[in-house]
């Protein structure tokens, strides 16, 4: 490996946009278990998925196709920010007196501001074609909701979302943005579905869960058949599969760097689709024999799923409407504490992910909340931007890997899923400064 020393960031040509979404589930070792059907407890079929989702979603979430191609229409959307850059923290490694070579594969360039348009602009295309003229969706921190309100707008669909209350209250700004692109913005639970008002019933100081908020968006969309489907914007194999243009340029990339692989990759995981997305292409490398990437989900130690949780069948929502995953879960009624990156208060992990990690070729990783800030300060002040709190975990990690690093023998190549800038997130940064984070 000869590294360019010169280089900092590694831009790719809108002809070098990718033109397949990557299926690992064609490459692995063992078949992942099936989702059930949550009433007969049977493999789901493409007609029980087809009742909330397009045809084209229902097929890519059974897919064992290894390349999927991108409609032209998504790839026109994608060129607005894609691809991203990779960018060598020249500075952050300087800072932290490291042999490692440090790279953040930057995802906040996106309209909103992260990973998730990577998906939903494809998810809403794909409705669009199927006549869908509304989405229903659930929003943890915001940053999905935002995604699904700016690709519906894309695609003249409406879109409604259930925020989960703790972020509705203290991310006003999410939820301007939303309204901005035309989406209609619920704090959840709400008064507005079954799901909603049983919960408030049973929980009326609840500072809601997305676990809360699924139930409501689904049950919102079948409520509204002619018209609405629903849209998840993570855990689901067909999400997972639309963030894998992140990992297909980061391979380009690194060649661009000179770097043969990535040593390792860390990225944060919520319901599992960014760090997914990164490291299933460098999985697929690593499955071929060409490469030994190491690869870490890293999790809040608040909500533990793949360290802490079982691995076994659960739903994705608290109701019990979704279909059976298997996957690392802490139970649907698992309300995890208000940490600030609500992107990953979530009780489950994506089934593809927790398949992968289960087969050795991942691993799970948990970091405090405190670490996370103190971490994601010290990027913001080396390179001048302010991670979002769930990227932040995958900083901290980062760092206690760099900082074990100090001689030229104990030298690697580290990326860093950066899925989001933490701009909106800035009150959450004030409470660690101040020292008044819980
Ligand atoms: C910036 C950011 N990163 C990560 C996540 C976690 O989601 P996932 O694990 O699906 O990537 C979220 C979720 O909202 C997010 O907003």
Redesign the pocket.
């Known amino acids: 490996m000869s590294t360019d020393e010169a280089m900092t960031k590694a831009l790719l040509p809108d002809s070098q946009l990718p033109t397949h979404w990557y299926n690992i589930v064609a490459d692995l070792p063992e078949p992942m278990p099936p989702h059930l059907h949550p009433g007969t407890k049977e493999p789901v079929t493409l007609d029980d998925l087809t009742v909330i989702f397009p045809p084209a979603l229902a097929e890519q979430e059974l897919s064992t196709q290894r390349f999927i191609d991108i409609p032209d229409e998504v790839r026109q959307i994608y060129s607005i920010w894609r691809p991203t850059p990779l960018i060598r923290a020249r500075r952050l490694e300087r800072e932290l007196g490291t042999s490692a070579r440090i790279y953040y594969k930057y995802e906040g360039v996106s309209p909103i501001g992260?990973?998730?348009t990577n998906s939903s602009v494809a998810q809403a295309y794909f409705n669009h074609e199927a006549g869908v003229r509304r989405l229903t969706t659930e929003t943890?921190?915001g940053?999905?909701g935002s995604a699904l309100a700016f690709a519906c707008s894309a695609f003249g669909m409406g879109c409604e979302v259930w925020q989960v209350r703790a972020s509705y209250d203290s991310k006003p700004y999410r939820r301007m943005l939303m309204e901005t692109f035309g989406a209609t913005v619920h704090s959840s639970p709400s008064e507005l579905t079954q799901a909603g008002r049983t919960m408030r019933e049973q929980f009326p100081d609840t500072t809601g869960s997305l676990g809360m908020a699924v139930s409501e968006a689904i049950e919102a969309a079948l409520t509204d058949p002619e018209n609405a489907r629903y849209s998840l914007?993570?855990v689901l194999n067909h999400v997972v599969l639309h963030q894998t243009v992140i990992g297909e340029e980061t391979l380009k990339q690194l060649a661009m760097f000179g770097e043969d692989q990535a040593d390792l990759v860390f990225g944060?995981?919520?319901?599992?689709?960014?760090?997914a997305g990164l490291s299933f292409p460098l999985i697929r490398e690593n499955l071929a024999g060409t490469t030994t990437t190491k690869v870490y989900a890293v999790e809040p130690s608040a909500c533990p799923s793949i360290t802490q949780g079982r691995y076994e069948y659960d739903h994705g929502d608290v109701v019990g409407m979704t279909p059976l995953m298997k996957m690392y879960t802490l139970g649907t009624d698992f309300v995890p504490p208000p940490v600030h990156a609500g992107?990953?208060r979530y009780h489950g992990m994506s089934p593809l992910l927790s398949h992968v990690i289960q087969l050795g070729l991942a691993q799970g990783l948990a970091v405090e909340q405190a670490d996370a800030f103190e971490a994601g300060v010290l990027f913001a002040r080396a390179e001048g931007l302010v991670p979002?709190p769930?990227?932040s975990h995958a900083v901290a990690a980062a760092l206690a890997e760099a900082r074990r690093r100090t001689s030229d023998a104990d030298a690697c190549s580290i990326v860093i899923g950066m899925?989001?800038h933490g701009q909106l997130d800035l009150p959450a940064y004030q409470e660690y400064l101040n020292g008044t984070m819980l």
Do not use: F, I, M
């Open positions: 992260s990973h998730k943890g921190a940053q999905w914007g993570s944060c995981a919520g319901g599992g689709s960014n760090v992107g990953l979002a769930e990227a899925s989001g």
